[in-house]
Nanobody, 114 residues
Framework: VQLQASGGGLEQAGGSLRLSCAASGRIFAVSTVGWYRQAPGKQREPVATITSGGTTNYIDFVKGRFTISRDNAKNTVYLQMNSLKPEDTGVYYC?????????WGQGTLVTVSS
């Protein structure tokens, strides 16, 4: 399984970005997928996940601002990020989890200016 993330960039505070992550292989539809982020000087932390059944979970800091969704027909998971804050700056990694397997994308940089 390979994951290809895209959509990062430079945005002003209050703006929006949409991240996408396309997966290869045939297990996407039955997998939990999501996004982590790593801010400068900090550890990687989970941001949002969505299960194969569509159940979503978010870190408190992004609730009400970010929305995770998936399109199984396209093997793609999305992260819509609204009302961006400078604290959202970091490298965003998509991942896929199925049973004991975990796969990671290469990361996409999001920079939010104040």
């Amino acid at each position: 399984v390979q994951l290809q993330a895209s959509g990062g960039g430079l945005e002003q505070a209050g703006g929006s970005l949409r991240l996408s992550c396309a997966a290869s292989g045939r297990i996407f539809a039955v997998s939990t997928v999501g996004w982590y982020r790593q801010a400068p000087g900090k550890q990687r932390e989970p941001v949002a996940t969505i299960t194969s059944g569509g159940t979503t979970n978010y870190i408190d800091f992004v609730k009400g601002r970010f929305t995770i969704s998936r399109d199984n027909a396209k093997n793609t998971v999305y992260l819509q990020m609204n009302s961006l804050k400078p604290e959202d700056t970091g490298v965003y990694y998509c991942y896929l989890h199925l049973m004991q397997y975990n796969y990671w994308g290469q990361g996409t940089l999001v920079t939010v200016s104040s």
